[in-house]
């Protein structure tokens, strides 16, 4: 069984829709020599589409993966402007996001939707980061608990709890992300505890093995104090993951923070 000492951190960088050819070559320039050389941390980069085969060419070299921020639902077919799992896959994507808040929010993503797109890119052997986490009213309802198990729900309903914890899950509290507000360590700290523990309840080993990162305005201050709780297994990064300074200091503090 593993314990928060034996599960590897990991640090995933989702660019959303910023970056360019250039952009990304000078970032990644930057970034990759350093970040390459930690052995404690897996880290993954999520760039827009267009540019995932640049950046898996650039990646080449490196243990660190590429992954994608959305997929279609659907395997392949009449589905004019989506992207399949296999079209990751065959792209170099080890990791997609599945359910992140701003598809939620901004494209009407469903609990029903994100267990599908869950389901399909294991399928296409994909694995699938399952992002999770309760809008600012619904905190103050004192909802968190009830909203993020109902989201992980969605998805155990459909494909089960072992197909569950071959994903990731990532608990970003939408009121934290891209705003500069971080849930405390403490926040997000009962939140990871209150996952693993449902966790627990679907299957006992399921509870120590599933690697759970935290989201939300993670930055370089931060960063440390979180990866040192005993169940956030590292962190998704958004407008951090932009600045080559930033990301090399959080990917470093989740080196430091695999306990010995
Ligand atoms: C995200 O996009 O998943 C995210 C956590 O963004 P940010 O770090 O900018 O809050």
């Not at 930057?30 to 950046?55: D, G, K, M, Q, T």
């Not at 065959?90 to 359910?99: P, Q, T």
């Not at 089960?160 to 990731?168: A, I, Q, T």
Request: with cysteine; proline share 3%.
């Amino acid at each position: 069984m593993q314990t928060s000492s034996n599960r590897k951190k990991m640090v995933i960088g989702n660019w959303k829709m910023n970056g360019s050819s250039t952009a990304n070559a000078s970032l990644l320039r930057s970034v990759l020599p350093v970040i390459s050389r930690f052995e404690n941390v897996e880290i993954a980069l999520c760039p827009p589409y267009p540019y995932l085969s640049a950046v898996a060419d650039l990646l080449d070299d490196s243990e660190v993966a590429l992954g994608a921020q959305n997929l279609s639902a659907e395997l392949a077919g009449a589905h004019t402007g989506e992207v399949s799992a296999h079209m990751l896959h065959d792209n170099g994507c080890r990791f997609v996001l599945v359910g992140h808040s701003e598809r939620r929010a901004l494209y009407a993503e469903d609990d029903a939707l994100v267990a599908k797109k869950f389901s399909t890119a294991l399928q296409a052997g994909l694995i699938p980061v399952l992002c999770v986490g309760e809008t600012f009213a619904q905190r103050q309802a004192g909802e968190t608990q009830a909203i993020v198990t109902s989201q992980l729900s969605a998805v155990l309903n459909a494909v089960g709890v072992d197909d569950l914890v071959k994903g990731v899950i990532a608990y970003e509290p939408v009121w934290a992300i891209g705003t500069g507000e971080t849930a405390t360590p403490e926040q997000a700290q009962a939140v990871h505890r209150h996952i693993r523990q449902w966790l627990a309840t679907q299957n006992h080993a399921a509870r120590a093995d599933c690697r759970i990162l935290y989201g939300g305005s993670v930055k370089a201050d931060n960063a440390e104090q979180l990866f040192l709780q005993p169940d956030i297994d590292g962190g998704l990064i958004g407008g951090a993951s932009l600045d080559a300074m930033s990301f090399v200091a959080i990917c470093s503090a989740a080196q430091d923070k695999t306990a010995a």
